[in-house]
């Protein structure tokens, strides 16, 4: 149980280690800050894993404890008026909660993590900055770590801050290259806008349950969820948190930040794009579940949204040439799969997706790394082709993350993807079969784009330049070991959650049926009558040769899209022929160009382009707003010191010559001017007396005298 009480420690190694790297590791030789930052987070990963079995041997269904107070003092000192009427005294406590969501979460963040930093340390082995690197790194560990393990959503969000400003360190570490900082900014500017729907969303639910809290909060919602579903409060406080997770998540129309986040070194695209920062806004979702049920207009939204990000960014990704930016965009649509599920209601189904793809993508991320490694630098697939017997390790890891993603049957992704696409199909009576649709379709895309990628990679004629081919070699051993396991783990993981059609009974599910059980149903009731004949998390046996049939097509469209793909590019020579460009060269221009969204934006919201409308109104609203401030408010605000200081200047005056200079001085004067006469006879001298005493008796003698 030490492991457990003291779960806090995991995320304190890591920020142990950046501290140490940020202000010592210029000093250190790369061989201890590979002992340090490595070293702390292989730590994290066992003490998660001894915290999680101990949690499990408790049968408790969750774990809780407060650190300590962090904000206001929960005595009444500091009492606000809630939505309803009530009052709530103002409370934050610094806190962990650990419950099976946050095992899922800490196991594959801390164990890809780990395998991150160790390939990290051959891919990096020649790089600047080495040890301002991994201190980065472990900055970003303990900022997920936070947000993780965090008890209430204000010590969620200060996680949530910390890997937005880790990404921007890490995605900007090459600083000298211009697209590297311009593509941090881009990431940091609009995850902030996302950061803001957290905030409002956030302190909307403070004002309706007068609490942070996780647990409570879901228990509050649950028992009043009668009277708060469908309320405008309830959908505005889950519209805001969404809008947080688009931005952390990368879904539509935030998502534009993270193919340039390619600019950073592989292992941040490893690391951000697999197993981390992405999954933030898929994790408050989740964790915020009790809420969206209560919206049903909300989980519309999500799943609309998810739909549509899921076949947008794969059909982006068809044509693009850069092999990091084609992962970047299947993670965007890998994402839109899990907002798709969350949205539909099968939140367990969207966490498994998140919990496979956290290793395949990192395979895949670590072996396009190991590819450019390969390549000195080279990261156009245009420029590769032959490279599967040269590299021959990273060729058979990477082959089998692509089958994994693709959804090939045996591997994790198939057993993920497909729960997705039948609970697509059948919950709610079948009202969300259309995006059933969009899904099956991005399926189709992703193993056609996934394989073209390994056929213009590993086969046909090699492309590189002759420089480049006479520096090939496989990756070393730091770096094709962690590949080794995540291949590995690409295969076996999906068997955690093998559903009672295939065989299994969905221990994935059940484990995580305490975070998820006692929903209100999206349809406006609690399904109390299912739930006495149901256990929590059991899903009905139904679907029968429908399941069956849907899960048919789902293998028939990954083999169909790897069959495209061999075809179109089984032997791809010096020019490589794009099927799309030659059907359809508009269609093509458009998917290469990203839509124009980027061109979008730029016209829309920056100064880099002629003024469009969105941008005529900004920058006119802007200037007018500033020509407001600066002869109104400020105006005010100076019209209002003069005044101050004018009448500060008349009370002196006053002051000094009415107050000081009549009333006080004046009196004074006066004594003054008419005790001269007197002062001048007493003027203390011992001389000046006894003369005025001659006189005196001289004058008494002679008047005496007289009369």
């Known amino acids: 149980m030490y492991f457990l009480t003291h779960i806090w420690m995991v995320p304190l190694l890591p920020a142990a280690g950046a501290a140490i790297m940020l202000l010592l590791g210029r000093r250190l030789p790369k061989p201890v800050v590979n002992g340090i930052c490595v070293g702390a987070v292989a730590m994290s990963f066992l003490w998660t894993v001894a915290a999680v079995l101990a949690f499990l041997h408790s049968g408790a269904p969750r774990y809780e404890a407060e650190l300590y107070t962090w904000l206001g003092t929960g005595s009444g000192a500091q009492v606000f008026t809630l939505y309803g009427g009530g009052h709530a005294a103002f409370h934050v406590g610094a806190g962990v909660l650990l419950d099976p969501l946050s095992c899922v979460w800490l196991l594959f963040v801390t164990g890809v993590g780990t395998l991150i930093h160790i390939y990290s340390t051959g891919y990096m082995s020649h790089e600047g900055g080495y040890y301002r690197f991994f201190g980065y790194l472990n900055l970003f560990m303990f900022s997920m770590l936070t947000l993780i393990l965090a008890n209430n959503y204000l010590m969620m969000f200060v996680g949530w801050e910390g890997v937005g400003l880790c990404s921007y360190l890490l995605i900007g570490f090459y600083f000298h290259k211009h697209s590297a900082s311009t593509a941090a900014n881009k990431a940091f500017i609009t995850n902030r806008i996302g950061d803001a729907g957290v905030i409002l969303g ?65 292992p941040v695209s490893a690391l951000i794009h697999a197993a981390t920062m992405v999954t933030a806004g898929v994790y408050m979702v989740a964790r915020s579940n009790a809420l969206f049920v209560l919206a049903p207009e909300t989980m519309k939204v999500v799943a609309v949204v998810g739909a549509l990000t899921a076949i947008f960014a794969a059909s982006i990704g068809l044509v ?300 006119g609203a802007g200037e007018a707003m500033w020509k407001f401030d600066a002869n109104v408010i400020d105006g005010g605000v100076n019209g209002g010191g003069w005044m101050t200081r004018a009448a500060g200047r008349l009370s002196s005056w006053w002051d000094k010559w009415a107050v000081d200079g009549v009333g006080v001085n004046g009196p004074a004067i006066v004594v003054r001017m008419l005790s001269y006469p007197m002062r001048l006879l007493q003027a203390g001298l011992l001389q000046w007396y006894a003369l005025v005493m001659v006189f005196g008796v001289a004058g008494l003698l002679w008047y005496y005298l007289l009369h």
């Not at 990477?398 to 993603?405: K, Q, S, V």
């Open 320 to 619: 693009q040439n850069d092999i990091k930016r084609v992962l970047a965009y299947s993670t965007i649509s890998q994402l839109g799969y899990m907002f798709l599920a969350l949205g539909v209601g099968a939140f367990a189904a969207g966490v498994f997706h998140v919990f496979t793809h956290a290793f395949f993508k990192a395979l895949l991320f670590l072996g396009s790394g190991s590819v450019i490694h390969a390549m000195s630098g080279q990261q156009d697939m245009r420029g590769m082709g032959g490279l599967r017997k040269k590299i021959p390790i990273t060729f058979a890891t990477m082959l089998i993350g692509t089958l994994a993603i693709a959804g090939v049957p045996g591997l994790a992704g198939f057993f993920s993807k497909d729960e997705i696409l039948w609970q697509a199909w059948s919950a709610h009576d079948g009202q969300f079969r259309v995006l059933w649709g969009v899904a099956f379709l991005t399926a189709l895309m992703t193993s056609f784009y996934m394989f073209r990628l390994i056929f213009m990679t590993f086969f046909g004629d090699k492309r590189m330049t002759h420089e480049e081919e006479h520096h090939l070699h496989e990756s070393p051993r730091s770096m094709t070991v962690p590949l080794m396991v995540l291949a590995f783990c690409s295969i076996f993981a999906g068997y955690l959650g093998v559903g009672p059609s295939l065989g299994g009974s969905n221990h994935f599910e059940h484990f995580l049926a305490p975070v998820f059980e006692n929903h209100a149903s999206v349809e406006g009731a609690v399904a109390e009558a299912s739930a006495a004949s149901e256990k929590p998390g059991e899903k009905k046996e139904e679907g029968g040769l429908m399941e069956y049939g849907l899960m048919g097509l789902s293998v028939a469209a990954a083999f169909a899209g790897i069959f495209a793909g061999w075809k179109a590019y089984d032997r791809p020579g010096k020019d490589v022929r794009e099927p799309i460009n030659a059907a359809a060269p508009p269609v093509y221009r458009t998917l290469l160009n990203k839509y124009y969204v980027d061109e979008l934006y730029d016209r829309l919201f920056t100064g880099r382009a002629k003024l469009g409308p969105v941008r005529l109104g900004a920058i």
């Open 202 to 266: 956030s302190l909307t639910i403070f004002w309706l349950f007068g609490t942070f809290d996780f647990v409570k909060v879901t228990e509050l919602a649950r028992a009043q969820s009668a009277t708060l579903m469908g309320t405008t409060i309830i959908t505005m406080a889950t519209l805001a948190l969404f809008v947080g997770a688009c931005g952390k998540s990368a879904q539509l129309p935030l998502y534009v930040w993270l193919p340039d986040a390619m600019e950073g070194p592989t």
